[in-house]
């Protein structure tokens, strides 16, 4: 029965993220119709000739009225079909996809991480820490929360890398992907993750710092919220030591409402991370969208919205089945 | 044991009467009263008491006359009790206990950081915390416990100090934060002098002017901006947790967009098509835009929960509109949520502003703390490598400066988040 029900629920979450992808999509396309100074064509290349720039327009669309232009541009975009030109064999996609293993690592580590070590962290600390403690804890947290991530990235890079040599640099030139499919690239992938862990280490700590202050200020908040409900008292009459009572019976009841938290948080992880990953010169997904942001090469913040949107989604709709999971309030 | 003698007690060195409460003393072991002058006259030449005869010296007297003794009555005689209230005399002598539990003191005096009801030490000097003019636990209303709440009133201090220094910038700056540069090349990049309090900038500008300088700055983007966050998503949320089903549905679908909607691109492509002569205005709105999904989603919850409510069931009754219901009866018990998610937003506005201020999408007329940052980044990136050899002096102050107002609006709101509910447990 159960299981029936999950397709169910895992075909409703994908419908809803499809939708959610239209919509991003679209407020992209609008995005990119109203800055000013000429079409895609025009920016991409200003001093190509009339017949060139009448092919890239025909390709694109953009020789239509905007509606077509709109529906052009949706087609293109869920059949991931990135070309600028007919004959052109390596895409943004294709350049983004490359990069995608290295922001999937970055992120993926940074957000497992940061979860697997505030709540394991939280629940130790927050029930067999004393009052100082606590404080302590709440205190730094709410600093790393509410410091922008590329400050500290900033002023870690500066000191830490530049200043004391304390972590490498990322010193990996990574060439990009190749025209032809080769069979090669599963171990040329895993050589340049091995090739790239020791510069992984800074982006990864301030990543985990913080994220890790969302979690611990969440499980202190509905902690102190359940501690008026009478199952503590309960647990309390029986004879529990408070430690006991605090990280068995209060702190695992917390860990619900962070799970259903976890969806909003990796949004913040990974709109914060972009920038960390540019500042780093980590060889990803972000930094590619903002070096095409810099000269508004629409093809690839096309895709690279488009990707980190699915990455997100996806995400989400894991956090939400495990959710659906471990909480048996949650109907699916 | 000395007898008492009522309430007229007689010194027992001389057998006078006492005059009042404050001439007599008496001995804490056998009860014997003196008057003061006959006891120190008597522990001038000896160590004992003059009653008892024990070993004793003047300051084991205690001031005052002794306690009353316990009549002898039955255990629980509540005739006694009820016939005469006025005579009741304690069964137990208790020592007393000061202030008075039941009384509010006009200061809270605490050792150390005990909470209201407390034991003091006799004679350590405790601290004295300010006027009390309630116990905190009792304060009712929200913004009554927000006064007490340590951290929200930290905040509100903090946010004060900046809008003070926002207000007073044109007074508190030593030179012109972005036109000034100075003439001497040695004082280019240079740590700070008692001419430059904060050193000076790769332009050779003055750090400390430019930091004071991004208040005004900061504080005229963020605001703004968390105020359409404060409307867009109390309206969003209103509507769609009032109305479920289709509508509901899309407005959910539309809040994941912007949820979803990488923060840091949308706000540039934003300023890239409408920046230009309004920048200012593209920034708030976009930093509005990626916001708002987060109040608009905690207001639906609660608007979910309150919808069921009897007094939405009887206002739908008598007949009053679905707007009405909305902005006349949902809308003031939602309002608070909407003023602590307009905290949240202010400090994560401030956050997002420096963040593309660093990317270097807003005028470089106009100086914030992320184009601080940003000029000194990409200064030192194109002398030294990338984003390495940045002097501390140029990046400590923006960056405290950022850290600073952002952390004060965020205890507001850790604040507000504490002093909404009721709890007895202290946590």
Not at chain 1, 49 to 68: H, N, S, V
Request: aromatic share 12%.
């Amino acid at each position: 029965m159960k299981r029936h029900r999950i397709s169910i629920f895992l075909a409703k979450k994908v419908v809803d993220a499809v939708i959610t992808i239209f919509l991003v999509m679209s407020i992209l396309f609008l995005l990119l119709n109203s800055i000013p100074g000429g079409d895609m064509v025009t920016r991409s290349c200003p001093f190509c000739g009339a017949e060139t720039k009448a092919q890239l327009r025909e390709l694109w669309g953009l020789d239509k009225p905007l509606y077509q232009q709109y529906l052009v541009y949706m087609k293109k975009v869920f059949t991931l079909d990135y070309r600028i030109t007919h004959n052109q064999t390596i895409t943004s996609m294709d350049e983004l996809l490359y990069y995608l293993p290295y922001t999937l690592l970055l992120f993926g580590t940074a957000a497992i991480l940061s979860y697997v070590i505030g709540v394991f962290l939280g629940i130790r600390l927050l029930s067999w820490g004393g009052n100082r403690l606590r404080t302590a804890i709440s205190g730094i947290s709410i600093v790393f929360y509410a410091i922008p991530a590329f400050v500290f990235a900033l002023s870690f890079k500066n000191w830490f890398v530049f200043g004391y040599h304390i972590f490498p640099p990322v010193n990996v030139r990574l060439e990009g992907p190749a025209a032809v499919f080769e069979s090669s690239i599963l171990s040329e992938h895993l050589a340049n993750m091995w090739a790239l862990l020791p510069a992984m280490a800074l982006p990864l700590i301030i990543l985990v710092l913080v994220g890790l202050a969302r979690p611990l200020l969440l499980l202190k908040d509905h902690m102190t919220l359940l501690l008026d409900e009478p199952f503590v008292l309960t647990a309390t009459a029986k004879g529990l030591a408070r430690t006991t009572v605090l990280s068995k019976h209060v702190a695992r009841s917390a860990l619900l409402p962070l799970m259903s938290d976890a969806s909003i948080n990796l949004a913040y992880i990974i709109s914060g991370g972009i920038l960390i990953e540019y500042i780093f010169d980590w060889p990803g997904i972000g930094t590619e969208l903002f070096a095409a942001l810099r000269m508004l090469y629409y093809p690839t913040i096309s895709a690279a919205i488009f990707l980190l949107t699915v990455i997100l989604l996806v995400s989400m709709i894991c956090v939400d089945v495990l959710n659906a999971y471990l909480d048996p309030r949650v109907s699916l | 044991m000395i007898p008492h003698g009522g309430s007229e007690e007689r010194c027992t060195l001389c057998s006078e009467k006492m005059k009042d409460r404050t001439d007599s003393l008496y001995c804490g072991y056998c009860h014997a009263v003196f008057h003061r002058s006959c006891i120190i006259e008597h522990f001038y030449y000896n160590r004992f008491c003059p009653a008892c005869k024990k070993k004793l010296s003047f300051i084991d007297m205690r001031y005052g006359s002794p306690p009353k003794p316990r009549l002898e009555k039955p255990l629980r005689d509540v005739q006694y009790e009820l016939v005469n209230p006025e005579e009741y005399i304690p069964r137990r002598v208790r020592k007393p206990q000061w202030p008075v539990r039941e009384e509010v003191p006009l200061f809270r005096i605490t050792p150390g950081r005990a909470a209201y009801g407390y034991k003091p030490r006799r004679g350590i000097l405790t601290r004295v915390h300010g006027f009390v003019f309630a116990k905190p636990e009792e304060t009712t209303g929200i913004l009554g416990r927000f006064r007490h709440n340590r951290k929200g009133m930290a905040g509100v201090y903090m946010l004060l100090a900046a809008v003070f220094v926002a207000i007073l910038a044109p007074s508190l700056i030593l030179y012109d934060p972005v036109s000034y540069m100075v003439e001497d090349e040695t004082y280019i990049s240079h740590p700070p002098t008692w001419q430059y309090p904060m050193g000076t900038d790769v332009f050779g500008r003055d750090i400390y002017s430019q930091t004071i300088w991004g208040f005004r700055s900061a504080l005229t983007i963020a605001l703004p901006s968390a105020f359409l966050i404060g409307v867009i998503g109390t309206v969003v949320g209103l509507v769609s947790g009032y109305y479920s089903g289709s509508v509901d549905a899309v407005l959910q679908r539309v809040s994941l967009t912007f949820l979803v909607w990488p923060s840091v691109p949308f706000v540039a492509l934003i300023v890239f098509s409408w920046g230009g002569s309004m920048a200012n205005f593209a920034v708030i709105l976009g930093v509005a835009f990626t916001l708002w999904p987060t109040s608009a989603r905690a207001i639906r919850a609660e608007v979910k929960s309150l919808k069921s409510r009897l007094f939405i069931e009887s206002a739908k009754v008598s007949g009053a509109s679905s707007r009405r219901v909305i902005f006349r009866h949902i809308l003031p018990n939602v309002v608070h949520i909407t003023f602590l998610y307009i905290t949240i937003a202010v400090a994560s506005a401030l956050a997002l502003e420096a963040t593309f201020n660093f990317l270097g999408l807003s005028s470089p007329a106009v100086i914030t703390w992320g184009q601080m940052l940003s000029f000194t980044y990409h200064a030192a990136s194109a002398r030294f490598g990338v984003g390495g050899g940045m002097a501390w002096w140029t990046i400590v102050p923006p960056a405290l400066a950022i850290a600073g107002t952002v952390l004060s609006f965020f205890l507001i709101s850790t604040g507000l988040r504490e002093s909404m509910r009721v709890s007895s447990v202290k946590f």
